[in-house]
Nanobody
Framework: QRQLSQSGGGSVQAGGSLTLSCITP????????LGWFRQVPGKEREGVAA????????YYAAAVKGRFTISLDSAKDTLVLQMSSLKPEDTAMYYC??????????????????????WGQGSQVTVSS
């Protein structure tokens, strides 16, 4: 198990924007799903967004759809989460993660944390009203 390197996050007022980045190494001959999750104290970690590297299909939680955008810079092996129109309820610790071999279309849900093997260290996002 490897820890991924995250950057970004911070504090912003409601309506503002933040960007998270995560270095995600390629898995040879094996497409995977890369995801962003978030967690607040006392609650389970929940899926925010994911991207299937084979064809670029993206997945979003209903709560963030239309406000957050997940993307992958393959040349830099960097996963990015652009967050806009942030709300106080978006406040959480955000984690990037990789699920080698997972194809959400056929092999399981994109937000199943048990399918993700490698995780970032976490980035705090705080949105004030």
């Amino acid at each position: 198990q490897r820890q991924l390197s995250q950057s970004g996050g911070g504090s912003v007022q409601a309506g503002g924007s933040l960007t998270l980045s995560c270095i995600t190494p390629k898995w040879p001959n094996r497409p995977d799903t890369l995801g962003w999750f978030r967690q607040v104290p006392g609650k389970e970690r929940e899926g925010v967004a994911a991207i299937y590297t084979e064809d670029g299909t993206t997945y979003y939680a209903a709560a963030v759809k239309g406000r957050f955008t997940i993307s992958l810079d393959s040349a830099k092996d960097t996963l990015v989460l652009q967050m806009s129109s942030l709300k106080p309820e978006d406040t959480a610790m955000y984690y990037c993660a990789t699920a080698p071999g997972l194809n959400p279309r056929y092999g399981g849900s994109w937000d199943d944390t048990f399918r993700y093997r490698h995780w970032g260290q976490g980035s705090q996002v705080t949105v004030s009203s």
